[in-house]
């Protein structure tokens, strides 16, 4: 009656209980120490093997894959959450260890200030701004505060894939790192002022370590900031709103690595995140995508490579080490903060990942080994092809192919507006496209008048299967920022068809590509068609 | 029987003080406050973690319970630390709290 209540312990209510690590009271790896941490299924760590391991493996990581180079600059996208943190930490320890081991590129930092997507007012995001300065000075690297609203002051180049520079052979690799090295021991011998590496690495930060140009001290103005929550207000779910929220953000650090030199941005995706991505990606129509969102690198934009330090370290790891050894990190509420399990997509994926890890310990791990193995190929004939809009992955859409239920839908989309009288892209039609018997999406903004059906087929006929499905939760594109509208129309403009021609065209409008031959988004390279048709054309009026 | 039970009157007596700590975003369940210094009534059967939840729940949870607890355990995705230790090593619900222990809740849920 009075025992404690231990032996009880085994029998959980549900399930089979996961397995335990047992009462080991010693460290699997050094046998000596107390042991702090369990990792996987069963391996308990003690304090200093757990950091030698954790280390490890991100040296490990960025040592395996060799893409960045010596001397590299490379931006730091860090959200203020765990893993980013601990990424920004592990990079700032990686550069003052000795010589042999020391990490070769220079960093800095970006933080996006999202407050304004969340609904936070300014002072809260002011106060959140304060933390993150304070830890940003610390760190010692040239830094970058940008606020989301800037996006709408994005200009439309930031959606074009720039020409790719060819990722360095092993070989090319090699030869770059000897070079560096030979330079450090010149100039060691030389005697420069203390560790050459120091003066090249840390030179640089002196100066903008103290201000940054960049960073906003008042708040950014009010009708961006009112357009941002008009826009994130506008969107029907919560699935939509994160989408569309990573979308900009990627767009914005991509802006902030162009305009200043960097060539290769990391991020702090753990293995777990990585986990919930890629099976929230299938859910969302992102298959064919998978091998860039969630592998090591992601070259999708041409000039700057996306790369994945933390993709091995579940977030377990990371919020045991951010523990153990202090790691700043500053938490700001997210757009889904309290949301409920079924919110969104993202968080029933991220629910039911979790609960079966706690079942079955090698799921996370399992689901990464997957991600692994998943390879970057082109699809025959896309290899240089048409790119979504927003996403700037290859197209996968095959509008043409009428007998599918996809072929049909998209057609159907983009003649749904069909009844009310055809706008041309300039001017706004009268009739807000609540209208529609044939079933246009409702117009919320009741005020001004959104009659560009036209310009809204644009748009998604540029876009990726995924992406086309989330704009269907955002009724009206109008509160878009501009770039992404001024691209859409350059686009299919450019690559409508040719104006020497259009007379020779029975339907001669805008709105003829979107019906006539088949929605595809234009393709990037000047001199390839994508479409059969436009090419058919072509032939038949300039051969 | 007997010498157990002298010892359950032992453990009736004494009231426990422990700190309980929310991060990651759980303490926003929790009116923004990361440090609770909490006083667990003295009662019959020694406080094991199962039964400091059910209190956790009771007293400092201000909203959404099931963010935080599922059934009688916490979410998947919060982790406990015991005196900074993992609580997987220790028992997990079934370790025996001491006084002056040191709870720690961290939720890596995105958006706590």
């Known amino acids: 009656m009075c025992q404690v209540g231990e032996d009880y312990g085994d029998a959980a209510p549900e399930g089979p209980p996961p397995p335990r690590p047992g009462r080991e009271l010693k460290c699997v790896k050094c046998k000596e120490g107390p042991p702090v941490v369990v990792i996987r299924a069963g391996d308990a760590f003690c304090r200093g093997c757990f950091r030698a391991f954790y280390v490890h493996k991100f040296r490990a990581v960025l040592g395996k894959n060799r893409l960045i180079f010596p001397g590299e600059k490379v931006l730091l996208a860090w959200s203020g959450g765990p893993s980013s943190s601990s990424m920004v930490w592990q990079v700032l320890e990686g550069l003052s260890r000795d010589s042999a081991k020391r990490l070769r590129f220079v960093p800095g930092v970006v933080y996006v200030d999202e407050g304004a997507a969340c609904g936070q007012s300014w002072e809260d995001r002011a106060k959140t701004l304060t933390d993150v300065r304070q830890i940003l000075q610390t760190l010692g690297f040239p830094w970058h505060i940008v606020t989301l609203e800037e996006v709408f002051a994005l200009p439309p180049s930031v959606l074009r894939c720039s020409a790719q520079d060819p990722v360095g052979t092993v070989e090319t690799y090699k030869v770059a790192v000897d070079s560096f090295l030979q330079q450090q021991r010149t100039l060691a011998a030389e005697g420069v002022r203390g560790s050459p590496s120091s003066a090249q690495g840390e030179e640089q930060p002196s100066q903008p370590c103290t201000q940054d140009p960049q960073d906003p001290v008042g708040p ?55 986990a919930i991505k890629l099976m929230t990606s299938l859910a969302l129509g992102r298959g064919a995508f998978l091998a860039w969102d969630t592998g090591f690198s992601d070259e999708r934009h041409g000039d700057v490579v996306v790369v994945r330090p933390m993709r091995e370290h579940t977030l377990k790891e990371v919020a045991f080490y951010n523990r153990l050894f202090a790691v700043p990190s500053v938490f700001t509420p997210a757009i889904d903060t309290k949301a409920s399990e079924k919110a969104s997509i993202h968080r029933l994926m991220e629910g039911f990942l979790l609960r079966l890890q706690a079942q079955f310990p090698s799921t996370v791990s399992t689901v990464y080994r997957t991600s692994e ?4 190929a082109p699809r025959d004939g896309c290899a240089a092809g048409p790119r979504c809009l927003l996403c700037m992955c290859s197209l996968d859409v095959d509008s043409a192919d009428s007998a599918t239920a996809f072929g049909a839908q998209t057609q159907d989309f983009s003649q749904t507006p069909a009844p009310t009288p055809r706008a041309e892209a300039g001017a706004p039609a009268g009739p807000c496209c609540a209208a529609g018997p044939g079933g246009a999406p409702n117009c919320w903004q009741g005020t001004r008048p959104c009659g560009r059906e036209g310009s809204r087929a644009h748009v998604i006929e540029q876009l990726c299967y995924a992406c086309r499905v989330n704009m269907k939760d955002v009724p009206c594109l109008e509160p878009l920022p501009p ?16 104006p020497q021609i259009q007379e020779y065209l029975v339907n001669s409008d805008d709105e003829a590509p979107a019906s006539g031959s088949g929605a595809l988004g234009p393709p990037e390279q000047e001199g390839k068609e994508a479409r059969a048709a436009c090419g058919c054309i072509n032939k038949n009026f300039f051969n | ?29 929790f009116d923004g406050i990361k440090k609770h210094q909490v006083t667990l009534p003295g009662q019959e059967e020694p406080w094991v973690i199962r039964d ?17 607890i599922q059934g009688d355990s916490v979410r998947p995705g919060i982790l406990v630390l015991i005196n900074d230790a993992d609580w997987e090593l220790l028992g997990e619900l079934d370790y025996q709290l001491q006084d002056q222990d040191s709870i720690l809740f961290i939720s890596t849920l995105h958006g706590g």
């Not at chain 1, 506008?234 to 914005?252: D, G, I, N, P, Y």
């Not at chain 2, 039970?5 to 303490?27: D, H, I, K, R, T």
């Open chain 1, 220 to 274: 950014p103005p009010a009708a961006q900031t009112e357009a941002l929550s008009q826009l994130f207000d506008s969107v029907k779910t919560l699935t939509a709103k994160e989408e569309l929220l990573q979308t900009l953000r990627t767009h914005l650090i991509l802006h902030v690595a162009r305009t200043h030199g960097y060539s290769k941005v990391m991020t702090g995706d753990s293995c777990t995140r990585l």
């Open chain 2, 1 to 29: 029987m007997g010498i157990s039970c002298e010892l359950g009157f032992l453990n009736m007596a004494a009231p426990l003080s422990v700190e309980v700590e929310f991060g990651g975003g759980a303490e926003l369940l």
């Open chain 1, 373 to 376: 193995k998943l390879v970057k």
């Open chain 2, 52 to 68: 400091l939840l059910v209190w956790i729940k009771k007293n400092l949870l201000k909203e959404r319970p099931e963010l935080f």
């Open chain 1, 483 to 498: 770039y992404i509208l001024a691209e859409a129309q350059l686009r299919s403009q450019r690559y409508g068809p040719a």
